[in-house]
């Protein structure tokens, strides 16, 4: 009986260690967790109804993904990163990304591409009804650029890097006022990509990255102490 059982214990702990980190990175990346923040196994545990041992089993993972760090005699705490840091990480994702786009432009059908085009079209409607003009989270351009690319570890690589830049990116923020120009630098990416030239579609999303990245470390810059 105990043989029977083991296997199921087992997998009900790693179900509830998966549901905690699927929970945990939300908070973090929400901002509900802020960058500095120790995490309070005590109440993380209650907040999420599970025990201590899934609950640690979902903060190591989210430690080898980079969204938090374990400190000596301290605890765990929220990652901070610093603006080279965050350079860094636009460094990775541009490369990757362009990456992406040159074999989204080879192989994507073209009623793939098309979709993405009908997305830039709801995402101008969503932000012609928001009354800040904010870019809307949701539907994600480059997520959906990215899958055009049918290569899994290109993908894993640039989800993993894109939580590291959010994270980053906390104590930046955005600024609505950008949102206009972020929507017509995809609409000129989406041309190119359209046009089946990746090395321009490449070109342009390496600009419209640069841009993105300049913005976010002008505020971060301004917001860190002298």
């Known amino acids: 009986m105990t043989e029977q059982l083991r296997?199921?214990?087992?997998?009900?702990?790693?179900?509830?260690?998966?549901?905690?980190?699927?929970?945990?990175?939300?908070m973090i990346l929400d901002g509900e967790l802020a960058p500095g923040q120790r995490l309070n196994e005590v109440?993380?545990?209650?907040?999420?109804?599970?025990?201590?041992?899934?609950?640690?089993?979902?903060?190591?993972?989210?430690?080898?993904?980079?969204?938090?760090?374990p400190v000596t005699h301290r605890g765990v705490y929220v990652r901070s990163f610093s603006a080279r840091e965050l350079s860094d990480f636009y460094e990775l994702r541009i490369a990757l990304e362009t990456h992406a786009v040159r074999l989204?432009?080879?192989?994507?059908?073209?009623?793939?591409?098309?979709?993405?085009?009908?997305?830039?079209?709801?995402?101008?409607h969503t932000m012609d009804d928001d009354t800040a003009g904010?870019?809307?989270?949701?539907?994600?351009?480059h997520a959906r650029l990215a899958r055009l690319a049918a290569n899994p570890?290109?993908?894993?690589?640039?989800?993993?890097?894109?939580?590291?830049?959010?994270?980053?990116?906390a104590r930046s923020a955005h600024q609505p006022q950008r949102a206009r120009t972020a929507l017509e630098e995809h609409r000129e990416?989406?041309?190119?990509?359209?046009?089946?030239?990746?090395?321009?579609?490449?070109?342009?999303?390496?600009?419209?990255?640069?841009?993105?990245l300049n913005n976010a470390l002008a505020v971060l810059r301004a917001s860190e102490p002298e």
């Open 189 to 212: 990416i989406l041309a190119a990509l359209s046009k089946r030239d990746g090395d321009k579609a490449a070109a342009l999303l390496e600009s419209h990255l640069t841009s993105s």
């Open 104 to 124: 989204a432009a080879r192989y994507a059908p073209q009623e793939r591409i098309d979709e993405l085009g009908d997305m830039l079209d709801e995402t101008e």
């Open 43 to 69: 109440h993380l545990s209650q907040a999420l109804g599970i025990s201590r041992g899934p609950l640690r089993e979902a903060i190591r993972r989210l430690a080898a993904e980079g969204l938090v760090e």
């Open 153 to 169: 570890p290109l993908l894993q690589a640039l989800t993993e890097v894109g939580r590291k830049i959010k994270l980053a990116r």
């Open 7 to 26: 296997p199921t214990k087992l997998g009900r702990a790693a179900t509830y260690a998966d549901k905690s980190l699927e929970v945990l990175r939300q």
């Open 134 to 141: 904010a870019y809307p989270a949701n539907p994600d351009f």
